[in-house]
């Protein structure tokens, strides 16, 4: 059927060529017969541009929109192939009339289907063209011509154009964008991957990977959770989450993913998502963590009590020393200034915590250099501090918070303490001790003006309080030992070879410090007077000393026993008067020691004994005090 | 005479301390009607004994004298301290009553006497 009214059309044009007359632009030909009539009616209503070119390539025919579009009216047989201004080849050169796909479908006898064309028309309008050539064949297969169909399709390729820039740009952006852009179809299926994302999962391209299920990337630990939100997420909901994604070549990732729900074109669902690799940050944030744990670590090992807070002063931090310092464990995020129960100033007027070191710091930016006060405990304890607080700042220099370290200086309290009762201490012993030498020398001044011995005597009780001092200095003043003290007394009497004339034996005992100087001058006076007037003023004197421990029947006191004998000197008389010496053994004895004394003036010699309640023979605390 | 002579009340622990303020205290006209070595005997005496004054040694045996200082002042009995701590060595409450700074001379002694218990 086609093939009749194409040679239907091409007898048409015989007849054209025949007349030669062209009297209307679109009747080349006379007044058609009745099926010429019917072809030019079909030739004209063809929704198309098109005409006729016979074996020779001249043009005989043409309906109304070719003459539209070549903006031109034909003279039949005079122009041959093209009835536009050019065609261009692909690389923008302008074609021959003998290249032109209609002489090549002439040539062949091929047809050209489709094929789309950028020509340029007799207006000078460049015009894209789709084109469809069929050749017409004789009865004996000869070409006899050919027709060409062309529509302009100049708009459909602008707009495709732009659809072609505007695809390209979109994928430019996503090609470029850091974040993984993806498409997962509901069953799991990758759609579509950007670069970045390519490179998160270590794929090579994205022909590797599209149309693969990408549940097995997830991390096994995560993959269920993944899935669950994936389908909610094309169900319709927007979710955030991350999660970790063992890459093709088997490195972990960690993920972020902001998805929402995307309705592909065929209709099915699916994912898009953008995932932002926040491995670093992670590792980051790790590195924060293991560094404030190391950091905590590091302050709880400190001895000294440290805390921070925020810039209003919420305790955010504290360490074991603190809790030791303040006897509780604060609420971090209630407390405020400091961790303490109540504090208090220098002179134990009552501290507000909002007054407090650590909130003046906050107030002004002065970083204080050790406040003092007290920190009072629950219990009724009462710690004295030294506080360091400092500003914590950020890199604008703004107030973020502050840190303190809190001293307990109890023990620097105690020595401050300890230090003025010893200078205490040393004035009172100093100036007892230029007392009693006062008082020793007006008393040998007095037994002098009998005697004319002053000097003597001042200077070997003088002496006798000098080393029992010394006794008293090596053990740093804090008592000596009763051998010691005896040992010291008799030696000037040993030294000359008169040893076996003094006896002494006993346990040793410890002596307090005023038990020792007063043990020292009786033992003194005791032995001097044995020397000038008793047993060792003759060469076969002699002197016993023997003590043992016994227990006052009246006091219940445990008590030192100590006999002094003297023997074989010379007859003893009683004295008349009560000498210094007497009184001051008579009086060390009862009065400052709280022991007894018995002295009997038996002719064979001196006796005396002594009955003194020594602080270490009873069950109470030493005393160390002179 | 006798019956004029003040009775004194003497806490000072040390022996020739004691010895030798009694001694001129004897001298100067006074009896020395209480002489305690110790904080004990010097509380039991401040508290019960009869006195006009007494001269109170700051620190005996270790212990402060302040509860003995008290205990006089409640009883309205006159006293005065011997410290080797010297007036800054005292607390505030005791600083205005009068002070003997060991060591002192008898004379030293006399005056203070005079001066504080005419």
Redesign the interface.
Known sequence: MLARFMAGLLGTLKIMNCTQEASTLNRISAPPLSSDLLNDMVFELLPAAAFVCDATGAIVRYNRKAAEFWGRELIPGETYYIGIERIFHADGRAMLPEESPMASVLRSGLPVRDRELLVQNLLGQQRWTLVNISPIFDDEGQIKGAINCFQDITERKESERKLQESQAFLQAVVDATPECIKVVTEDGLLMQMNDAGLSMIQAESLERVRGACIFNLIAPEHRDVWITNHLRVCKGEQLSWTYDVIGLAGTRVNLETHAVPLRLPDGRRAHLAVTHNITQRVKDEQAVRESERHLSELLDGLAVAVYTTDAKGYLTFYNEAAVALWGHRPRLGEARWCGSWKMQWPDGRELPHDECFMATVLDDGQAVQGGEGYILRQDGSRIPFAAYPSPLRNEDGEITGAVNMCVDISRHKTAEAQQRALI?EL??????T???V???A??SLRSANAESRFREMFDARLLALSKAHDLLTQAQWQGTRLRAVIEQEVAPYTEQGKASRIEFSGNDHALEP?EAL?LA?VFHELITNAAKYGALSVPEGRLQLTWYVGKDEHTGHHCLELNWLEREGPTVEVPQVKGFGS??ID??IT??L?GRVVTTFVPAGLECHLSIPLLCLQARPK???? | MTTTRKRVLLVE????????LE?ILDEFGYDVAG?A??FDEGMRLASSGSFDLAILD??V??REIFPIAEQLAARDIPFMFS????AY?LPDEWKNRPVL????KPDDLEKALHANFP
């Open positions: 205490n004035n009172h012993r100093v100036k007892n230029l007392m009693t006062q008082s020793i007006t008393y005023r007063a001058m009184r001051l009086r060390s009065r400052e709280k005393g160390s005090f002179v | 622990d040390e022996t020739l301390i004691a010895m030798l001694d002489s070595a110790d700051v620190n045996g270790g410290t080797g701590y010297g060595g700074a060991k060591p002192f």
